[in-house]
C-alpha cells in the first residue's frame, strides 16, 4: 500500500546548528502537508505545498516539494530550543476521495542548549 | 472559542473493559478522524467519517467501534477485543469532506492506559 517514510527518525542538534527532516512518498502526491508535535502535545499544522518545486519560508523553517511531488523536506536554520518536538509530513490517501491523510513516522528533533 | 477537546486527558482502565473516549468540536468541521499513536509509530488512522451518520473503518479499525449522531461529536469506543489498547488517541477534524486540501485540526489527545 501508499507508504509515506520520513527520515532520520531521530535527530540530534547542539542550538544554533541547522536541522534537515526528509519525506518520501510511494506514490505521486496532489500535496503535501508538514505538522508539528510538541512533547506532551498534538500535532499541529505548519504549511502545505501544493506545486511541484514549490518553496515556502516561515520565518527559520524552510519547505521544499519535489519536482515529481513525490517528496519533501524540512530545514530548520540555527535551531532553538523552541523547535524541539517530532515533525510529521503527510500526503493525501492515493486515490481516495474521503481527504485521508498518510503521515509519515516522522522526525524527532531534540536540542541541546 | 472554537476548536477541538477530548476528555479526559489521562485515562485509566482494567483490561476487559470498554471504554469511550469524547471527541467534540465546535468549528463547524464536517470531517472527523480518529488515530492512534505509538512510539516510533506516527499516525495510524482508525476511523473516519465525512458526514453525520456515516463512518468508515481506517488502517487499524479492529476492537474499535464510533458514532457519528451530531456533526460535533465523534466519540470513539475502545473495546475489550482490542489487543494492546494502551496508547495515546488523538481525535482530528477538518472543514471539507473528501478535499485532500484540508489541514486537520487536533485534539488535545488521551492517553489511555490498561492495567
Known amino acids: 500500500g501508499q507508504q509515506v517514510m520520513q527520515i532520520p527518525q531521530y535527530q540530534h542538534v547542539q542550538e544554533g546548528e541547522d536541522f534537515t527532516t526528509y519525506c518520501n512518498s510511494s506514490t505521486t502526491l496532489s500535496n503535501i502537508q508538514w505538522y508539528k508535535q510538541r512533547p506532551g502535545g498534538h500535532p499541529v499544522f505548519l504549511i502545505q505545498l501544493v506545486k511541484s518545486g514549490e518553496v515556502k519560508k516561515q520565518k527559520r523553517l524552510t519547505f521544499q516539494f519535489g519536482e515529481a511531488k513525490k517528496n519533501s523536506s524540512l530545514h530548520i536554520t540555527a535551531t532553538q530550543t523552541t523547535d524541539v518536538g517530532t515533525y510529521f509530513c503527510a500526503g493525501p490517501e492515493y486515490g481516495g476521495s474521503q481527504g485521508n491523510l498518510i503521515f509519515g513516522k516522522g522526525t524527532k528533533l531534540s536540542v541541546k542548549p | 472559542d472554537g476548536g477541538i477537546t477530548q476528555s479526559p486527558k489521562y485515562l485509566f482502565r482494567k483490561e476487559g473493559q470498554n471504554v469511550t473516549l469524547s471527541c467534540e468540536q465546535n468549528?463547524?468541521?464536517?470531517?472527523m478522524y480518529w488515530y492512534r499513536q505509538d512510539p516510533g509509530q506516527g499516525l495510524r488512522l482508525i476511523y473516519y467519517s465525512q458526514i453525520v451518520n456515516d463512518f468508515q473503518k481506517g488502517d487499524i479499525a479492529e476492537g474499535y467501534s464510533v458514532s457519528r449522531e451530531k456533526k460535533e461529536s465523534f466519540p470513539l469506543t475502545v473495546t475489550s477485543a482490542q489487543k494492546n489498547p494502551t496508547a495515546f488517541y488523538l481525535c482530528a477534524s477538518s472543514p471539507l469532506a473528501g478535499a485532500s486540501y484540508n489541514e486537520q485540526f487536533f485534539g488535545p489527545g488521551t492517553r489511555l492506559t490498561v492495567l
Open positions: 468549528l463547524n468541521h464536517d470531517a
